[in-house]
């Protein structure tokens, strides 16, 4: 590991953290933005370190995603078993966490996923962003295991473990709860649920009913034997020109009541369903169609008049983009977004809202990724259906056998261990050549848009370092646009692919959320004025945009040490050979999606394959 | 609002008169999202030869959906249209042919 450290010490059970603080950076430059240093622990041995962040890194990486990469490759990570002891997690805050930016307490968690062998890094959000940057670190990095479940608390700069094992098996609800309790309000925790502890390798990290979802974060942090982190702190760091920051921010919250993020704040992600099902983009029963038939009767649009619905909104967001519908056994309410309704209705051809918000309220619960959860049960159907799995309980449309199959995920009994494995490792098991349709990329389940009608989303999966993703590419946002023809889609567009991904990577760096974006005019330039006035550097739009391509690089960097070739930017064989049923013009073919991606990979400055230059590589930050 | 309490948004035709509906070439207009909120309907008939002209007609007959999604023969920020489920249109003077449909909707996707 190289890096400057400037003290460490090992754990007593709480034992006080001692050693000198870094208020300026190892150039003994004033840092604004920024605590200059991150925490690393290691939970087999008890040592805490305390490492100095130079600026050049923080500028070139910024944080969230950005900085987490540049740490993961700093420490070696992309060769390691992700959830070996040696492992390495981060939770790594931004420059922006703590300011009056509105959605800006955001924290992103990455490590290399024990789904995709490659980068994962899922953000989330809310107070333990804040706590998390206020106990004086911009990043929190652990390595090694514990000996046994533990808690893991940093109560700013003193480090410490304690037992979990009262709350082994306990969900995220409850375990938030037992902490709140425990702890008190001032400490904000993350935690996983029980398919955290059963390595679950998509399971989640969730914080206040919130998840750092994809890729499996919830399996790495229970294979340290950690069910919880709690953090508190009191360090706050400054700003380089706060009169003119908080104006801006006056401005920025003004725009975010606009028209632009309306849809987010009167009706939530979910008002995608009747769209994306209108225009035949649905994914329906593992992707063998693109409308269901039944979607009004899970629609928000249906949903809000019968039954009772509630809004919530991060801490720090303007925008309040949380609709939370009851259920009608009495039992609370449920969190719904676009992603969770379609992974777990049309994706296994369910039509009862009742049973889909149970269903979202159990992957909560347990902590598991609703769309790699609805993905393999949606393949697990199908697989039934056509004989090459032994489960003839499990259908299309059984709302029961959807709940039976997230109670075996959780429970690793039934035909939840082969569950448990994602849709790409089920299907190297069950052979028959079902890989063809497992609807993953890399391993990752694909979320709810099908690439044959929304082919720029379509590269955007296939080139994502994460996988199937609809983070990391927002690709779909040319699809949705006259830039394109969305189903006929061809390389001299693929620019447009590398844009959406680059202001992704900036998004998720600075971090602000991407509902966001609809209100910027140019992401970037604004972007360089938010971030000048939050450090004092003088940051351009120019320097923004290298930021984010050698983010993407670095990202691509990992992947290819942890083993990445060619081959895995691709789409599932079905997505290749067979058009959507509804709409004979929503056809990709293996040659077009292979010509948009050498486009893309020419793009970024890359080899036609996707490889990078020497020099390229040689510029980013090594263990 | 119907008896049981649910407002007719499911449904969504609206009533027109019969000298209205005579009046130039008829397309169908698909509400999504905001649209439709804004507008009580999940689709209606509308007149135009043009999407801009269609605009002016919805705006006129929807004051909400107006307000909150149109500007004169423009698209505000934040919203689409499409052609027949096919084409993404914004541009005014765009032709239409009698029995388009037209889908309006928000324009960002994600969540």
């Known amino acids: 590991m190289k890096g400057t450290q400037s003290c460490s010490c090992r754990w007593t059970r709480a034992a006080k953290f001692k050693g000198p603080r870094a208020e300026k950076n190892s150039l003994m430059h004033p840092i604004f933005g920024y605590h200059g240093r991150y925490l690393r622990v290691d939970l087999s041995t008890g040592l805490s370190t305390e490492i100095l962040l130079e600026t050049q890194l923080l500028r070139e990486y910024l944080g969230g995603s950005g900085l987490g990469v540049a740490l993961m490759l700093k420490e070696g990570a992309a060769a390691l ?176 009541f606009g028209p632009a993020t309306a849809k987010y704040r009167e009706l939530g992600t979910a008002s995608n369903l009747l769209m994306f099902n209108r225009l035949n983009v649905l994914p329906t029963r593992n992707f063998q169609q693109g409308s269901f038939e039944n979607a009004a009767a899970i629609s928000p649009e249906e949903l809000n008049v019968t039954r009772d619905r509630t809004r919530s909104s991060c801490a720090a967001c303007t925008i309040g983009c949380e609709h939370l519908y009851s259920l009608k056994s009495g039992d609370g309410s449920v969190r719904l977004e676009y992603e969770n309704l379609f992974a777990l209705g049309p994706l296994c051809g369910i039509d009862n809202a009742e049973i889909v918000l149970e269903a979202t309220r159990r992957c909560d619960d347990a902590g598991i990724d609703t769309i790699s959860a609805g993905g393999t049960i949606g393949f697990a159907m199908e697989c039934a259906e056509r004989g090459l799995l032994d489960a003839p309980w499990l259908r299309f449309g059984d709302g029961n056998a959807l709940l039976r199959s997230l109670d075996s995920i959780v429970s690793g009994k039934e035909i939840g261990p082969l569950l448990a494995m994602g849709s790409r490792r089920m299907a190297m098991e069950i052979g028959q050549d079902s890989i063809r349709f497992a609807p993953q990329v890399k391993g990752l389940e694909l979320p709810g848009y099908d690439p044959r009608g929304l082919q720029m989303m379509a590269l955007g999966f296939a080139v994502s370092t994460r996988g199937a993703d609809h983070n990391r590419s927002g690709a779909y946002e040319v699809d ?3 830039a394109v023809d969305r189903r006929n889609v061809g390389p001299e567009s693929a620019h447009l692919a590398v844009e959406t991904e680059d202001k992704a990577a900036l998004m998720d760096s600075l971090i602000l959320c991407k509902f966001l974006r609809g209100i910027f005019a140019d992401l970037f330039e604004e972007s360089a004025e938010i971030l000048s006035l939050v450090t004092g550097w003088e940051v351009t739009a120019k320097e923004l945009r290298a930021t984010a391509q050698r983010i993407v690089t670095a990202k691509k960097r990992f992947n290819i040490l942890a083993g990445w070739t060619p081959s895995e930017d691709t789409l599932p064989l079905r997505m290749l050979q067979n058009a959507l049923p509804e709409d004979s013009e929503s056809h990709l073919s293996a040659e077009r999606l292979a010509s948009l991606i050498k486009a893309y990979n020419l793009a970024r400055g890359w080899s036609e394959e996707g490889w990078l230059p020497l020099g390229q590589a040689a510029s980013l930050p090594v263990g | 609002m119907r008896k049981d309490g649910r407002l007719e948004i499911k449904l969504g035709i609206e009533n027109r008169s019969k000298e209205r509906v005579s009046l130039g070439m008829q397309v169908t207009v698909e509400l999504f999202g905001i649209p439709r909120a804004r507008a009580g309907v999940a689709w209606t008939v509308a007149n135009g030869s043009t999407l801009g002209d269609v605009f002016l007609d919805l705006a006129k007959r929807f004051p909400d959906l107006g307000e909150a999604c149109l500007q004169g023969r423009f698209l505000k920020d934040g919203y689409t249209a499409n052609l027949r489920g096919e084409q993404f249109v914004t541009d005014p003077a765009i032709h239409l042919n009698e029995g388009d449909s037209i889908l309006l909707l928000s324009l960002d996707a994600g969540g």
Do not use: C
């Open chain 1, 480 to 482: 949705f646009s006259e």
């Open chain 1, 81 to 256: 078993n992700p959830l070996a002891p040696e492992a390495v997690l981060a939770f790594v805050f931004s420059p922006l966490v703590g300011s009056p930016l509105t959605t800006s307490a955001k924290f992103a968690v990455v490590s290399k996923s024990p789904l995709t062998e490659r980068l994962n890094d899922s953000l989330a959000s809310s107070g333990f962003a804040l706590a998390g940057k206020k106990t004086g670190y911009d990043a929190i990095v652990l390595v090694g295991r514990a000996e046994k479940l533990s808690i893991l608390l940093i109560d700013e700069h003193r480090v410490r473990l304690e037992s979990a094992e009262d709350l082994v098996g306990f969900s995220n609800r409850k375990t938030q709860e037992n902490l709140l309790r425990r702890f008190g309000p001032e400490f904000q925790t993350a935690t996983i649920g029980p398919a955290g502890e059963r390595l679950v390798p998509y399971a989640t990290i969730s914080h206040d009913g919130r998840h750092a979802g994809r890729g499996g974060s919830g399996a790495v942090l229970g294979s340290k034997n950690i069910k919880a982190i709690a953090v508190r702190g009191t360090r706050r760091v400054a700003w380089a020109s706060p009169p003119a920051l908080m104006s801006l921010a006056k401005k920025l919250s003004k725009k975010s």
